[in-house]
């Protein structure tokens, strides 16, 4: 099992649709989870940064944590096709040697 | 300001050539990465330095060799290029090791003829 499973996609989405994408793991050390958007030809740019189980909301964002279950998910709300982009999932332990751990991304379309 | 800046942005070169790729970051982070990112989009961690001193040292061939002179300043020198090591390379930098998330440049993108 790898250490950080996404959903595959791509995901091709209405305008004002509501979006969810999946993170599962199976590292119980994993303590603080990110969700990264990357435009093309760019780098990968935070989204959402979070330390503990629960929800979290920024604007149209919502990225919630479920540790119990080693699960993770973003939520975007009112989809616009300037979020047209691919989503990474990240997530780490800490130490000083911790790395991150990436999911492999999924795109997503959002047609006007 | 760019937080993390990355040059050049664009490399095409011949194999068996070396080059260098120097990233910098104005975050006053202590911790700074490089990761490789393959044509499928995936992220791999390739070297991580903490205030100038090596902690994370993934297998990596030693043709890659990085060099930290402060610790806003991160450069990869890679020699003998082969076509494998066309990928997008990106710099990240992070508070500390394993503080907080990780900032990225915007990639350089290496292309071995």
């Known amino acids: 099992q790898k250490e950080v499973e996404q959903d595959p996609g791509p995901l091709s989405v209405p305008e004002g649709a509501i979006v969810s994408l999946n993170c599962t793991y199976s590292n119980s050390a994993f303590q603080y989870f990110m969700w990264y958007r990357q435009y093309s030809r760019k780098g990968p740019e935070l989204l959402m940064y979070t330390y503990s189980s629960g929800n979290k909301e920024d604007g149209r964002f919502t990225a919630q944590v479920d540790k119990s279950s080693k699960y993770i998910s973003l939520f975007i709300r009112d989809s616009q096709p300037s979020d047209s982009a691919t989503y990474l999932c990240?997530?780490?332990?800490?130490?000083?040697?911790?790395?991150?751990?990436f999911g492999k991304g999924i795109t997503l379309s959002v047609r006007p | 300001d760019t937080a993390v800046s990355q040059t050049p942005k664009y490399l095409v070169t011949q194999m068996g050539n070396d080059k260098s790729i120097k990233c910098e970051q104005n975050l006053g982070h202590d911790t700074m990465y490089w990761y490789k990112q393959d044509s499928k989009k995936f992220l791999k961690i390739m070297f991580s330095?903490?205030?100038?001193?090596?902690?994370i040292n993934e297998t990596v061939p030693n043709r890659f060799s990085p060099k930290s002179p402060d610790k806003a300043h991160l450069n990869l020198h890679i020699n003998s290029l082969e076509l494998g090591d066309s990928a997008v390379y990106f710099c990240?930098?992070?508070?500390?090791?394993?503080?907080?998330?990780?900032?990225f440049g915007d990639g350089t993108r290496l292309s071995i003829l």
């Open positions: 990240a930098s992070s508070p500390g090791p394993g503080v907080g998330p990780q900032h």
């Open positions: 330095y903490n205030n100038k001193e090596l902690i």
């Open positions: 990240a997530m780490g332990a800490p130490g000083a040697n911790s790395k991150l751990t």
